[in-house]
């Protein structure tokens, strides 16, 4: 299917935070007009409005889905976290949204839903793509695939994300743990995905389904899942730390290697294909 635009496309970004700031500057290229909504004001960018509203206020939401979106991407992050905080982040504004949504005499041409890679609870080393079994052992990981459901049932033209640990500017967590002499030892597999091509993917999609015919999932992770204690080495010989592990550090949650396969055969080429690149750049703005 081909999707001929006449004018701008509008994009609303439900929790505008940092990924959506991102995804935001990369869409601006192509003339996207992006609304961005999260809980607490802040000035407008050149290529972003910002809105201030809650996302769980059915009211709100239908005032804003009347200005008639084209494409809807729910990138929420709790207030806390718990099983509440989760459930509200995720499975309530979903519910509300799609409320909203049915209320709407213009409906979106595509919803992009960012999950995570929680919702699997493998533990044994072993490769999990997008035909995986689902067992979350954690809230969060059933509060997800809870939301996930609601978007996969709503009948709307949808895309789920499933991203592995998010690292970036702001995302320092295992360089801090190094410099701090915290670092785990955990020869346990590790997966993440640079905060630049969280916004890619999102990106990539939203312009790939003007031409084709997508999937409706897709596990979001760089080409190279890692064992912790690699990925904290290399990091510790790029700042010089020799001493750098702790015997009481909190080791990661599951072991699994997340397939990025599917990702690839959609022509998407990631900015950081693996850790090495993404946290060499992080490094050089120390």
């Known amino acids: ?6 004018s701008p496309e509008k994009c609303l970004i439900i929790g505008c935070g940092d990924i959506g700031q991102r995804l935001a500057l990369q869409l601006h290229p192509f003339g996207y007009q992006v609304t961005g909504l999260r809980r607490s004001v802040c000035d ?21 889905l009347a200005e008639e979106f084209n494409i809807i991407v729910i ?22 949204l799609l409320q909203a949504l049915d209320l709407q005499q213009q409906k979106p041409r595509l919803i992009l839903f960012v999950s995570s890679t929680a919702v699997y609870g493998q533990q044994d080393g072993s490769w999990v793509d997008e035909t995986s079994p689902t067992t979350p052992e954690g809230f969060s990981g059933k509060r997800l ?15 789920i994300l499933r991203f592995s640990g998010i690292y970036g500017p702001g995302r320092r967590r295992l360089i801090d743990q190094v410099a701090q002499q915290r670092a785990s030892a955990s020869p346990h597999f590790t997966n993440r995905i640079h905060a630049d091509d969280c916004a890619g993917v ?5 312009e790939q389904s003007k031409q ?9 992770s760089d080409s190279s899942p890692t064992p912790m204690i690699e990925v904290v080495s290399w990091i ?11 015997a009481d550090a909190v080791n990661e949650r599951g072991n699994k290697r997340i397939s990025n396969q599917r990702l690839l055969a959609s022509g998407y080429r990631f900015c950081h294909p693996d850790f090495r690149s993404g946290y060499a750049t992080l490094l050089s703005k120390q």
């Open 236 to 246: 510790a010989e790029q700042l010089g730390a020799e001493d750098f592990l702790a």
């Open 75 to 96: 990138s929420m992050t709790p207030g806390e976290r718990s099983d509440a905080g989760y459930k509200q982040a995720y499975v309530d504004s979903c519910q509300v």
């Open 202 to 206: 999102l990106a990539h999609f939203i």
């Open 1 to 6: 299917m081909t999707i001929n635009l006449s």
């Open 212 to 220: 084709q015919t997508l999937d409706s999932l897709y596990l979001a």
């Open 145 to 159: 695939l809870e939301a996930e459901q609601l978007i996969v049932q709503s009948g709307y033209a949808h895309i």
């Open 44 to 64: 407008h960018l050149p290529y972003l409005h910002y809105r201030s509203g809650d996302a769980t206020n059915l009211e709100q939401m239908r005032s804003l």
